[in-house]
């Protein structure tokens, strides 16, 4: 709640001073990176489960809390997800300790915090537990089966909490037109659609890639590239004002709007940008709602040539397949999207997902998951 009035203050800033309050931002983000440490990423928090037990530091979570907090209210590009998990699974390690566990208990506390924090983001359970385990391990989703359990708990208990917190209730996320089952032909345009958020997912990669590249040759201070991040997020978003913010409430605006072909693409293209600056300028933050708000993008602008076909088909099955593409997670995410936007016949939905998943690059976006 503190993080959503934070980010409705931000939006009310006069769009001529995006730029430079972006920049500022940055600025700070890069500062508090400098003086109080480096906070780490997604990919070292699997590493530190496969290879360390589940060792996570919490010592690093006061930075990672402050810089994620600015650079999500700021306008970056990049979501609460994978902050929270870092956080809330070093607290699930902090209490293994505290409960004098060792070996997979150990482990399975810290994942059981992980699932937690996916589902007080995203109020879905069963998808919060499933993701915090096949990130870990894309290729076998149940190696740590032995985290199942404490996983589901912790799930239902941050879901319970979560309800009685902020009387959300029981409705989903987003509120899609309903989709009504067609025939067999669904599974075959699932299939298409998977290869279209695969390229997609392909497109996110490169421009990753070159941006990562880019920022690793500025020297000096992280400051100087966090700074430049904003500089270059602010000139976008200044442009393209959906660009801005993660795009969870945004989301929203694709699936009630109306928007030109023209202008989906370009939007497209500046979000997918943005958000592998966002993540490889130092800002901090996760891409999980970002890759959602681009598949529901890329499927508006299919429906739109498609018009017979049913919208929001199109569009839940590219967010799956753009997302299963980059953080190799199918079946979790099928899960996911099903509570999110209400859809509860999700068989096309999971083919385009595992579409998506086995057409994506073999290098993972998530460094650790391809070790």
């Not at 590219?318 to 190799?328: C, D």
């Not at 509570?339 to 650790?368: C, D, M, N, Q, W």
Request: with cysteine; net charge neutral; aromatic share 14%.
């Amino acid at each position: 709640m503190f993080l959503e009035y934070l980010i409705h203050l931000s939006s009310t800033i006069p769009e001529i001073l995006t730029v430079p309050y972006m920049a500022v931002a940055g600025l700070f983000i890069g500062l508090v990176i400098h003086f109080l440490g480096e906070p780490g990423e997604i990919s070292l928090v699997i590493d530190n489960i496969r290879f360390r037990g589940g060792k996570l530091e919490t010592n690093q979570n006061p930075s990672m809390a402050l810089s994620s907090i600015l650079s999500i209210s700021a306008g970056g590009s990049a979501g609460p997800e994978a902050p929270l998990v870092q956080i809330t699974g070093s607290f699930g390690n902090w209490f293994a300790e505290k409960l004098g566990l060792t070996g997979e208990e150990y482990r399975s506390m810290t994942i059981a915090g992980m699932a937690a924090g996916f589902t007080s983001l995203f109020g879905s359970p069963l998808g919060g537990a499933l993701f915090a385990l096949e990130v870990l391990q894309h290729r076998h989703v149940v190696e740590y089966y032995k985290a199942l359990l404490p996983a589901f708990l912790s799930s239902t208990s941050a879901f319970f909490v979560f309800l009685w917190m902020t009387h959300a209730g029981l409705q989903p996320t987003w509120q899609f037109p309903q989709y009504v089952p067609g025939d067999i032909q669904d599974f075959l345009y699932a299939i298409l659609l998977g290869g279209v958020g695969a390229g997609l997912g392909w497109m996110f990669h490169g421009l990753f890639l070159v941006n990562r590249w880019f920022y690793s040759k500025i020297p000096g201070q992280i400051y100087w590239k966090t700074l430049l991040g904003g500089l270059v997020l602010g000139l976008i978003a200044w442009q393209l004002p959906l660009t801005r913010f993660f795009g969870h409430d945004q989301l929203n605006r694709i699936v009630e709007g109306r928007f030109t072909p023209t202008f989906l693409v370009v939007l497209i293209f500046w979000k997918t940008f943005a958000i592998s600056t966002t993540v490889a300028s130092g800002w901090r933050g996760g891409v999980i709602i970002p890759l959602f708000f681009l598949g529901a993008c890329v499927g508006k602008l299919l429906f739109g040539f498609f018009p017979s076909e049913n919208e929001s088909f199109l569009m839940i099955c590219l967010m799956a397949a753009v997302n299963s593409s980059v953080t190799k997670t199918p079946i979790s995410t099928t899960i996911l999207l099903s509570e999110l936007t209400g859809l509860y016949r999700f068989t096309p939905v999971l083919i385009a997902s595992l579409s998506g998943y086995f057409l994506s690059p073999k290098e993972p976006f998530i460094s650790t998951q391809g070790k």
